[in-house]
């Protein structure tokens, strides 16, 4: 079993930082793909960031430069290293774990 667990939003400042961890209940070892997903009030749900087994990694363009996604196997988490962040933001991130596991979403508000 590989059931996300997502911790880490909350508010914060423009600017400010944040991060986001998704704790697996099961082993992520053999599991190549995981991502972050984001959806703001009155948009669809877009794709972040997302890291393979091989450490390869990919951003939308619009957090370039200020999210880092990584993965520790060990600790079977994925995070989400959030940075200067703007209300634009703003939305409930959602974590993915392969292609079968969804986490239950934590919030992100940024302020102005």
């Known amino acids: 079993q590989v059931q996300p667990v997502e911790s880490g939003g909350g508010l914060v400042q423009a600017g400010g930082s944040l991060r986001l961890s998704c704790a697996a209940s099961?082993?992520?070892?053999?599991?190549?793909?995981m991502g972050w997903y984001r959806q703001a009030p009155g948009k669809q749900r877009e794709a972040v960031a997302t890291?393979?087994?091989?450490?390869?990694?990919n951003y939308a363009d619009s957090v370039k430069g200020r999210f880092i996604i990584s993965r520790d196997n060990a600790k079977n988490t994925v995070y989400l290293q959030m940075n200067s962040l703007k209300p634009e933001d703003t939305a409930v991130y959602y974590c993915?774990?392969?292609?079968?596991?969804w986490g239950q979403g934590t919030q992100v508000t940024v302020s102005s």
């Open positions: 993915r774990i392969g292609f079968a596991y």
């Open positions: 890291i393979t087994s091989g450490g390869s990694t």
């Open positions: 099961g082993s992520i070892f053999s599991i190549n793909h």
